[in-house]
């Protein structure tokens, strides 16, 4: 049973930075895409940045282009999202996601293309 686990996230000021990761057990030898969402209150769930552990260029949602930058391990399982320039906007629960082995970043943003998800981690940003 693959799980999804998340951890950093936090409350920081406007302009602060924070650091999420992610690491997926299971199927670790194969490569897969990895992907941050973020979902807040009244708000449907968005792609914010995704990747795949097997290599190639990250994909990011235009609101987080040039702030937020995503990264794999070696190990193949474990994502990382640095945030920076952090604003009340970025405000929300942030959930990592993986699709099945082997399946490309293709249609990124589609949640409902990713079949493992972690239970969230809050992040708060303050004016």
Not at 7 to 15: E, I, L, Y
Not at 96 to 105: E, F, I, V
């Amino acid at each position: 049973q693959v799980q999804i686990v998340e951890s950093g996230g936090g409350s920081v000021q406007a302009g602060g930075s924070l650091r999420l990761s992610c690491a997926a057990s299971e199927y670790t030898s194969s490569s897969k895409c990895m992907a941050w969402f973020r979902q807040a209150p009244g708000k449907e769930r968005e792609g914010v940045a995704a990747i795949y552990t097997g290599g190639g260029s990250p994909y990011y949602a235009d609101s987080v282009k040039g702030r937020f930058t995503i990264s794999r391990d070696n190990h193949k399982s474990a994502v990382a999202l640095l945030m920076n320039s952090l604003e009340p906007e970025d405000t929300a629960m942030y959930y990592c996601a993986a699709k099945s082995a082997w399946r490309d970043c293709t249609t990124w943003s589609s949640s409902q293309l990713f079949t493992y998800w972690g239970q969230g981690t809050q992040v708060t940003v303050s004016s």
